[in-house]
Nanobody, 124 residues
Framework: VQLQASGGGSVNPGDSLRISCAASGGPLSSYAMGWFRQAPGKEREFVAAVVWSGTMTSLADSVKGRFTISRDNAKNTVYLQMNSLKPEDTAVYYC??????????????????WGQGTQVTVSS
């Protein structure tokens, strides 16, 4: 499966942004999906995950209450809705697919397929 992340941009603190990850080459419903992010000079970190059906999700503590992960298998797309954005949310955001449909793993090594990343910058 190939993944294409999009929707990043530059926003002000407190703004909202929704980024998307479109899949091709296979049905998205076969995969659990995750979002990770990487800021300059830092390691890639887990943001959110959702099982194949969308019925169960996991979020990093740093984004709980602000971010929501969802998916539309009919559109082969996963979303990350980001509200109340902070400067520390600035990073390249990557979507990833796991071959274990019920996985909500926070470990990058559990994801076999990765998109190219989309830049999110939060600055006043």
């Amino acid at each position: 499966v190939q993944l294409q992340a999009s929707g990043g941009g530059s926003v002000n603190p407190g703004d909202s942004l929704r980024i998307s990850c479109a899949a091709s080459g296979g049905p998205l419903s076969s995969y659990a999906m995750g979002w990770f992010r990487q800021a300059p000079g830092k390691e890639r970190e887990f943001v959110a995950a959702v099982v194949w059906s969308g019925t169960m999700t996991s979020l990093a503590d740093s984004v709980k209450g602000r971010f929501t992960i969802s998916r539309d298998n009919a559109k082969n797309t996963v979303y990350l809705q980001m509200n109340s954005l902070k400067p520390e949310d600035t990073a390249v955001y990557y979507c990833a697919a796991s071959g274990h449909p019920y996985s909500r793993s926070s470990s990058p090594s559990d994801y076999a397929y990765w998109g190219q990343g989309t830049q999110v910058t939060v600055s006043s």
